[in-house]
Structures are given as C-alpha cells and as structure tokens.
C-alpha cells in the first residue's frame, strides 16, 4: 500500500496526470517503406551464398543492400569494417567464436545486462566470470575488472548498457596489459560516445542490435563492426555456414567456424539503411527528454540522476532507457510502491534489471547444456565461478533501486516529458519526509547532494 493517503493521488482514487497511452518505439516513415518496396519488386529477399560461388549476385559477402547497409555503417562509424547479422546475439556469438574462445576460458562479463551477453561464452564452452559495475553508469568498473582477471581470462564483454558509454580508456588498458580481447556491446548505445569516439570502434569487435526496440531497428537484426580485416573474416565465415567455405577459400584455422546460418535480409538492409540515415535526429530527442527528466529529478535527494561522470563533453550517453537510482532510506516508500504510485498517474516506469545474471537459475544451477556443460568440461575445473550472491554488490544495489523509463524518444514530445516531471512532483511532494528536503535544496538553490 502507498503510504500517502492524499486523496489528490490517482493510486488513492484521484485524477491522473495522463490518460494517453505511450506510443510505441516507431522509427519507421516513408523513407523505409520505399526502401522496402524497392526489394520487394526486385523479388529477392536475400542473395547470400553459402560458398565463395557463383560470382554476384548470389555472394557469400550478401546482396546490395547488405553491402550498402555495411559500408553506411562504416562511413557512419568511422570504422573499416561492419558485419551484418540477424540479431547481437547472434552477433555476440559470432564475435566470441571469431575471437576464438573456447573452453579452459574465462570470459569477464558485466551482471547488470541482458542474458546474451554473458550466453555468448557459455556456447563456445567458455565459463563468464562476473565484475561489478558502476553506479552511476550501470556499466563494468574497471577496478573490478582488474580484480577478476586470471592466467584464463581472454576477453572482457563490456556492455554501454542503457545507451552509456562505459569507461573504455582504463578497460582498454587493462586488455593491453594482459593481453585480453575487448568485445563491446552497443545493442543499446547507437550513436554514442566515449571521448568523442564511437562506442563499437574502440574495442576488437562492437556489436549492435536492430530489434524491434532499439534506437533503429529493423524488426530483428545486428551489426558487428571491427577494423582487423582477419576478425571481419572470421565473423563472416561464423555468419554464413562457414564451414563449406574454409578450404575453398584457403582458410586454415576452422576453429569456431561451425555451420551457422546469422543472415540479415535484403529487405531488413534496406530499411536498416534509412534508419541509419535518421539516428541522430532520434538521438538528439533521447538525449533533450533525459536531460529535462534529470535536472527535474535531481531536485529529489531521493532520486539519483544516472550519468557518466567521465567529466568531458565528449562522452555522450543516448539514453535507450533513461533510468535514475531511488533511494528509499527512511521514506518507509519502498520502489515497488513508488512506481506503483507514478504508474497510477499515467505513467509507464519499471524497474530495470531486478536481479543480476548470475542469480538466475543457469548459473546458479550451472546447466547450460546436457551434462552440465560448459562447466562441467575437465578444462573448466580450475575456474573459479563467482555465482553467489554479494559477488556484485553495485549490481545488487541497483537491481533494487533502479527505476527506468523507455519513453524517453519520439514520437513522444517535450510536453510528454513535462507531464512526467509534473507526475513525479505530484507522488514525491506528497510524501511529508521528501517535500523538506526538496524545499531545503530549493531553498539554498543547490543540487541533490
Ligand atoms: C545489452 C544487450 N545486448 C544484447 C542484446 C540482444 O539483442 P538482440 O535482440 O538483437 O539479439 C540486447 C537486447 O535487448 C541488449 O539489450
């Protein structure tokens, strides 16, 4: 139960602040159905060849539209090569067995994500190990990096979870000086920045999803990007069944490049093209809606803005989810209850990640495949898995006291941005222990401490 009684509240029978419904992510116009329309009167939907034969237009690089989407990708990018595929897990997987990981490895991964991005060992026998992540960027901390690396460690999945960029200068260290693999994962972080460089060009491998929610998207799909032309290789023989084309073309080490088949369409190109053509404009949007939603925020000791606090200019988050830290100490307002009370106005918060990956049932029970595998491999008996609960103690706080919000982009608008300010100044004004520290901060004009 809400603890306000305050009749005003929706929760408690008031009016809310919005009857609207949200809109949903729609970043499709003219442009893609056009697009579209141009594959679908040329009648083929895909031109991949499993083999290095026949010449165009069957090829095993893809048909026009994936080659166009890949050299946009990397004129955008400013990288030498990009790779599609028909989703970032696919292209996680690849990206892991073009690294050529297997088992006996250890793979650093970051708890406060999606399931993928630590699958992605798991499938080529490799065994995640768990650092923790920053508060403020939700994103893998170096310092805990560093603490979990081993003689076995051979690579390092760094997530810009939420559209940040992680603190890439201190991890690329670290992956030089132990002779790690960096593989980032931009599913969520199109367009942003780290120092005024792409996220997706500093490691070895960027990966990037198209689903259906993303920033751009193309239904389901992905993209790898590298500029280490032996890497691009390797993706595009684990891309497209791999296997048939090695001797043919003379490619000796076949480790990983087992038959599978992660071919993006024609079709999912020529629309992936044009939302390439449009993510800035719906960057800038994402970036406008989070900063209002922060500074309004940071009135709120209660409430703790998410921000990278690499203190440059060049490092820009895209926000895919804006989320802000909620402090419940002493409020007797427990998350659940205060999303509850906001969600009642009209609202559409969540609570992000509630628990980290390696709570879930397969790690705890360490069965990914039969027989316990990859765990119960002979050369992964050395490793040291850290599966317990308190091994990430800043991802367990955060599984608890996140709150996010997805609508932060069009086709929403500033004024459906202002309405969400004005549902939280209603919930949070009526709480008597929030209202004093609100009107102490006003008072002395500074921020949320
Ligand atoms: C951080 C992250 N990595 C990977 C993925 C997987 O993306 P896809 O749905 O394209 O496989 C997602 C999707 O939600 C994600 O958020």
């Given at each position: ?5 305050d ?12 009857v609207a419904?949200?809109?949903?992510n729609?970043?499709?116009?003219e442009?893609e159905?056009?697009?579209a ?12 060849e499993?083999?290095?034969?026949p ?7 893809g ?33 892991v067995g073009?690294?050529g ?16 991005c630590?699958?992605c060992?798991?499938v080529?026998g490799?065994v ?5 992540v920053?508060?403020?960027t939700?994103c893998l ?5 560093t603490a ?9 999945v760094v ?13 690329m260290?670290?992956?030089r000086?132990?002779g790690?693999k960096v593989i980032e994962?931009c ?15 500093i490691?070895?491998i960027g990966?990037f ?11 389901e ?5 590298t500029?280490?032309p032996e890497l691009r290789?390797?993706l ?6 791999g ?5 043919a073309?003379?490619y000796e080490?076949?480790t ?9 369409t024609?079709?999912?190109a ?19 809606y989070a ?7 940071s ?6 803005p ?13 926000f895919?989810?804006?989320?802000f830290?909620?402090l419940?100490e002493?409020l ?5 209850a205060l999303i ?7 609202m ?31 050369e992964n008996?050395?490793i040291?898995?850290n ?12 599984a608890g006291?996140?709150?996010?919000c997805?609508?932060?982009r069009?086709p ?9 300010v004005e549902?939280?100044?209603k919930?949070l ?7 004093p ?10 921020p949320?401490?």
């Amino acid at each position: 139960m809400f603890p306000c009684n305050d009749p005003k509240l929706a929760i408690n029978g008031g009016a809310p602040v919005r009857v609207a419904r949200w809109a949903e992510n729609l970043t499709l116009g003219e442009e893609e159905t056009r697009a579209a329309c141009e594959v679908l009167a040329g009648g083929r939907l895909s031109l991949f060849e499993g083999s290095h034969q026949p010449e165009p237009p069957f090829s095993f690089w893809g048909g026009p539209w994936i080659q166009r989407l890949e050299q946009a990708w990397c004129d955008y990018y400013g990288c030498r090569y990009a790779v599609t595929v028909n989703s970032a897990t696919s292209g996680l997987y690849a990206s892991v067995g073009a690294l050529g990981i297997g088992y006996g490895d250890e793979v650093i991964v970051s708890p406060h994500t999606m399931s993928a991005c630590a699958a992605c060992a798991l499938v080529y026998g490799a065994v995640p190990i768990f650092a923790d992540v920053q508060l403020d960027t939700a994103c893998l901390d170096p310092d805990s990096i560093t603490a979990h690396i081993t003689p076995r460690t051979r690579a390092i999945v760094v997530v810009h979870q939420f559209g940040t960029p992680a603190d890439m200068d201190p991890i690329m260290a670290l992956a030089r000086q132990h002779g790690l693999k960096v593989i980032e994962d931009c599913a969520q972080a199109h367009g942003a920045r780290y120092k005024g460089r792409y996220v997706g060009t500093i490691g070895d491998i960027g990966v990037f999803s198209l689903n259906v929610n993303k920033t751009i998207q193309t239904g389901e799909g992905g993209l790898c990007t590298t500029n280490d032309p032996e890497l691009r290789y390797r993706l595009a023989l684990i891309r497209n069944h791999g296997e048939a084309v090695v001797e043919a073309a003379g490619y000796e080490d076949i480790t990983n490049i087992v038959g599978f088949n992660y071919r993006l369409t024609e079709l999912q190109a020529a629309i992936g093209l044009e939302q390439l053509r449009r993510l800035d404009y719906f960057n800038r949007a994402r970036i406008q809606y989070a900063d209002l939603l922060n500074t309004a925020l940071s009135r709120y000791s209660c409430c703790v803005p998410m921000v990278p606090g690499y203190g440059d200019a060049k490092s820009v988050s895209t926000f895919y989810v804006f989320n802000f830290r909620y402090l419940d100490e002493g409020l007797g307002v427990p998350r659940a209850a205060l999303i509850a009370a906001l969600n009642a106005e009209g609202m559409c918060f969540g609570p992000g990640y509630t628990a980290p990956l390696y709570l879930q049932p397969l790690y705890q029970r360490k069965l990914a495949f039969k027989h316990g595998y990859p765990f119960a491999a002979p050369e992964n008996q050395l490793i040291e898995t850290n599966y317990f609960p308190g091994a990430c103690s800043k991802a367990e706080l955060l599984a608890g006291q996140v709150i996010s919000c997805e609508a932060v982009r069009l086709p929403h608008t500033l004024a459906d941005m202002h309405q969400i300010v004005e549902a939280v100044d209603k919930v949070l004004s009526c709480l008597s222990n929030v209202a004093p520290s609100l009107a102490r901060k006003q008072a002395s004009g500074s921020p949320a401490a």
